[in-house]
């Protein structure tokens, strides 16, 4: 027997959503469940994939099957495709496994031609409505399958009604629309010598292709490139008979979410639309109302609609993205999905479906993606702050921005790439525009409403996002923008808070974010889950501070370099490094040492009661020095000038040779971090001491402090002993007891680990630099060099200094964890680089044993839950 | 029972140089097979750790087994220490199991004392030579067991000889000497308040003392660290009684080798001293005479030499250096031991020993340092040149050298740090000096023989060496040399020729090597037993042709890069890189084909038959193009100038921003290598063609070209991958078969190696920048910046870019060829880096599964000789 390609909606089920297709698979389990979805039928992802193994051909097979289904739906509604009497309209749309919005085609009223447009008229009474079903159609297929531009259409359309003066499209008369069709009609046969074709079959087939085809259009890709989304699944084909929303003022069309997508408030969240079929709502052609309305001209319907809206929530356990139509007071439900959400929403939904006793704690945990909870600690405007707002649009994804208005989305590419922050101004956006959303800060429309391209995708990507500002008047051409009379040009600074729908004059002071109840309790969950220990990379006392109040179980990477960054201590530093001898460099450490003494104190006191990992001095000391270049400049300058001040010119090029004994060829890899331990004791000495100093006063104070010294780039276990030495020499001096370890952040410690753990206490993978050296990719030059192209050409899957390379660092830690427990079975394992932050490296560490995580504050929220994932993913 | 600690020289054997040291062992084995060997005892190398671990005391048990000693000795002689009648004089000897001439101390005549000195000259009817042995004694004691300075007692001599007007040693009276031997001791009470001791117990254990603690002075732990001596072996101690060369014209004392240590030749060589104390001899005090002199002077004692000489090379199977004493007429041996040698003298005396049925081939091929070869590669003067010889000296160590002369070690290696070839000069060198000869490209002394420090350690380093020089007025002070009434100046031109000891005017142009029948015979024998191949790092058809010379079996790496940087082709090079379109590299690319073409038509056609490995473009574009600096200093100066060439200035300024937008921060880790490949393809394109075009023209010639190419850098399989595809690609255009394979690199290669070599058909690794990976050590700012403290406080033991660091980059080198082979039986494996030519790293390689070395031409017959060795070491 040939194999089933197609299921009606009362066959299938939610789970079948591989063949059927997220939109197919609701459908069906929406029908399962009694609920009042018109009939149709689901073609299959797997015919879909038979039609490119074919070559690009429906089977005679497939064929044989959609008659035989179109029999049924015939049938079950008692219409008929094509009948004059009783004709049927279909919408004919994509469906696959994951939700694609808007990246697929989608063809509605099916079936019209010049023979049905009489029948649907006597049936439904209401000519206009059969013309304006038929010119949507004519417009749809031509667009989708024939591929005839949208704008031809919209200026016939735009004539007609500047002919007739009228303003909106329903004042048009049934005469208008006859002219209109006709003139559709003849720009088909102008553009493609062919005539829109009558035959609803032919015209079904051939819509299903186009579907099947749009599977692997331009945007489509891309947007599976970027959802890492496989290519190879396919698409199904939802075949549904019609209902019509634009049967007048007891009919209309809307979408809605079953709670509030950008809060999560429990509370149905949408938009509808009066007398208009679907389209209208989600492609933002008309700005629709709010839900509300509903609830005004149509009780009933929407007291209906909130109940099933409830029953598909508890169904399906989460809250859903329902669409919806009414037809002279008839409520149908033509999809529902799992809502895509806010981050904030997402946690809140979460937490309150826990509360609900609809779903479990660790079910609750798994559907947060920790990146989510990266975005609720955006920043926001700052309430206190006197605002020069300047318009308001709808508040369609939050967090605030500010930046230089761009008005297309490669410019806003190119302006980002230069390091600019650049909010992106569009009448709408569509799915070609998504590189310039990615770019920017934040986006705003002057159409299209909550559900628009542009708010779904601000949304999901954590920007924010204000829509259908209709008083701002765009100017493409001329790149500006007018708002309450003040015109804007290209590069003028704005600001926006995507939470309200603001916009506002000028930069904007950002707030930081304030946690909300659910956010803290999801994050005490999950750590209530976790193995591994989150730790922060903090190197002031501020980011300790903030660092504890996200969560940070300690400090587990204080680079103490940033230290000697400050105003008042780099000149200092400077003649520290300049030192041309011992002597002359000790006395500027004693005179460090007060200041380091201090750093620590207050790092300590924000940690009390939890480790406090600090990293000896890392970067290389020209570093700290003028930029040779400017220097050089300087020395040339003054050395053309005849009458400079011999004096300075004499102290500049004296400085001028030291920057340049200094200066090496790679300094990534040159004379730093342990290295300087080694050559300079006294360096790392003046460290130490000032680290012992600040936890003998604490101590004596009752405070309990657990500081640990790490040494960095250590790649011998020589190296590690050494200055191991030293650091418990000086700390018996104090009669401190003091943790020491070592960052393993070079390839040989890692191969060596065993030898080096007997020296070690702990071990911290510095992911950063061991991702440089193992891949011989240094960060700067390959993120500005060559990464690009080696993402785009898939040499690399991922950039590997945000997702650990596991092939090759994996490798190397696993080896550097097996072989240091091997000879040091109490040796505790961090992980210091910024990897500690990424889900995907997190998972990874959880499987290799690590104990614990460090990363930046903000991201502490993240590696809780990531930490929590990967325990409750784990093979049992 | 006690552990006996002593063992007199009847009771000890040739192999236990371990507790005897070598110069006891061969004592004790001289004396066993019957020679003269004046009787005495050792004390062991475990008596001088006892004396270590109990605090550097001598146990009353090691007294004991002393005083027991003594009798024995005392019986055997018939003459006792301390003896009025019949005084016993020893020596005290140190002797540590390797050899470490002049690096520990020696006390001669000790017995000595007031009430002795009587003794003895009745004894010997001769008061000079009683009290030379007696201001000897006193002279050596107080240096080495009271620590006073050499030149007090050297003034006092000094002064007697010039108030006495006489010109040598020997025509002091016996009145003068008696005088002396009393400023001797009134200096010594002066200097260290205390009388010289007479009781000789005393004096032998202090002696005793004195020889252990010489262990440990600053220069034998130079030399043991240089020299790879453990430092915890000890030294063992010879008593032994004293024969006198300094009794007339009868007597003397010399040393001399079986065979010319300088060219191998087999014959006795060696010197003489008339009436003289073997100290002189070794010291340089005096110089001394050939041997031939004691042929023309004592017939009979040098048949008897002869003898002896042949005697012990048969039974010690090796080439001699024998310290003989002639009393009156008699004959004795002092010492013996394998003697040291050039490299030419090692070489033909191995090869000889197998010709002459003494040893084996293998056992030959193990007996040479594979450094040694290197050596024989030395240049040389071309004898063609008009010399201008202004000296003449001993013929101390061959090689050819010219440089700036320098006459204090420490001004030696300065100089030398800065680039400068350096000839150090010296009126003798002494251990302290060491680092100034190894800074140096040779060695003249106006005083000292053959047998000189200068002599013995310049030929262990291969460096040029001409000793005892005597015309040469050397003044230390004002930094000057006169020879030929010419004054020299530090910092002057001069060359020498170590083989004839000339000297000659300024810089000399240096000749290569030519090699010998002994040599290629060696390495004939090393081929027959080798198993890894050959081959050489070779860029250009000379380097190809010279390879092929010393045996390369092919090219392993030859780097494309080289023929960029051709004079002719640098600015078309740069129009390549600075290219602004596609179209204008392509341009620039297809001029540089032709050139590129024929330098792969003549590296093929000196390698014909063998295979050649092409490394496509590896380095950085921006090394090709104009310093960056100096560009800043010309723009900036343009800028400054008024009235400068406005179009000049406008287009360094252009170059000016190219160049700084190709700068990278660490260009080792930047967009170089398969980078380079990838991004631009263009330039790879253009390579393979040329390669494909030379191939192709030649296998049209009927020459049978084998070429390989080699992928740099490769870290991902997909970036092998990539570029393979396009190599063969543009091949099968050509109609030409060619093995593809990589260079690993950076670690992640190696910890992929089988995914990558699914890729390749052969690995190469580049161990110079696996080496700077691995251990994210950049070689240029290691060596400059942080290797040298390193290796001094012993945080490595050896530079890791010369000998491969086996325990990190050697376990990634074990990993990568387990895994590589695992998914590629085929594969074939190479090494490329510097690593190829050294000893260490080849008995590595070998042990690591490697087929074949690649390395620099020169280093060609080292890597012969040390695979060989490699396969003769391998456990069965």
Partial sequence: MANKMIYLF????????????????????????????????????????????????????????????????????????????????????????????????????????????????????????????????????????MGIDWYHFETILEKRMKDQDVKEENQLHTSDWKVIVSQYKELIVKLTKQHFPSNPIEQLEEAIKAVFRSWNNQRAKIYRKIHNIPHDLGTAVNIQMMVFGNRGEDSGTGVAFSRNPSTGEREIFGEFLLDAQGEDVVAGIRTPQSISILGEKMPHAFREFCDMSHLLETHYRDMQDIEFTIERGTLYLLQT??????????????????????ISKEEALLRIQP????????????????????????????????????????????????????????????????????????????????????????????????????EMKIDLKKKTMELKGITFNEGDFLSMDGGSGEIMMGEVKLKEPELSQEFLLLLQWADGVRKMGVRANADTPKDAVKARELGAEGIGLCRTEHMFLDAERVPIVREMILADTREDRLVALQRLLPYQEDDFMEIFKAMEGLPVTIRLLDPPLHEFLPDLEDLLVEVTKLQGAPDCDKRERYEKEQLLRKVRRLKEHNPMLGLR??????????????????????????????????????????????????????????????????????????????????QIAKEANFFSFGTNDLTQTTLGFSRDDAETKFMHGYLEQKIIQENPFVTLDVDGVGKLIKMAVALGKSSNPQLKIGICGEHGGDKKSILFCSGAEIDYLSCSPYRIPLARLAAAQAQLEEPK
Same sequence: chains 1, 2.
Wanted: hydrophobic share 40%; with cysteine; charged share 25%.
């Fill in 10 to 145: 009362d066959e299938g089920k939610a789970e079948w959503k591989d063949i059927l297709g997220g939109k197919g698979a609701n459908l069906a389990e929406m029908t399962r469940i009694g609920l009042p979805v018109p009939p149709g039928f689901t073609i299959t992802t797997d015919a879909c994939n038979e039609y490119y193994m074919n070559g690009e051909v429906v089977s005679e097979e497939l064929k044989s099957q959609i008659r035989d289904a179109l029999k049924k739906l015939e049938k079950k509604t008692g219409k008929m495709l094509g009948d004059t009497q009783r004709p049927l309209l279909i919408s004919v749309r994509s469906g696959a496994a994951y939700s694609m919005p808007g990246m697929m085609d989608t063809i509605l009223n099916l079936g019209m031609n010049d023979d049905t447009l009489a029948g649907l008229a006597a049936l439904t009474g209401d000519e206009r409505l059969a013309y304006d079903c038929y010119r949507r159609f004519i417009q749809m297929y031509a667009n989708v399958v």
């Fill in 337 to 358: 999905r799992n809502g895509k959400r806010t981050a904030q929403a997402a946690v809140k939904i979460a937490v309150d479906l826990v509360q609900e006793g609809i």
């Fill in 371 to 470: 990146d989510q909870l990266n975005k609720m600690l955006h920043r926001s405007i700052d309430q206190n702050l006197k605002k020069n707002v300047i318009g308001k649009g709808l508040p369609a994804s939050p967090g605030a921005a500010s930046g230089k208005i761009i008005f297309d989305a490669d410019r806003a590419e190119q302006f980002s790439s230069l390091g600019e922050k650049v909010l992106l101004i569009r009448p709408e956006t569509t799915p070609e525009d998504i590189h310039g959303i990615l770019a920017s800060q934040g986006i705003i429309t002057s159409r299209g409403g909550m559900t628009s391209h542009a708010a779904v995708v601000a949304r999901g990507l954590g920007k924010a996002c204000i829509c259908g500002c209709e």
């Fill in 673 to 754: 971090g342990c290295r300087l331990g080694i050559l300079y004791p006294e360096i790392y000495d003046m460290q130490i001491e000032a680290i012992m100093g600040a936890v003998k006063k604490l101590e004596k104070m009752g405070r309990a402090i657990y500081p640990e010294i790490m040494i960095p780039l250590v790649g011998h276990d020589t190296e590690l002993e050494v200055i191991k030495k030293r650091v418990l020499h000086i700390a018996a001096e104090y009669e401190v007891q003091i943790p020491v370890g070592t960052m393993i952040e070079v390839p040989r410690a890692a191969l060596t680990a065993d």
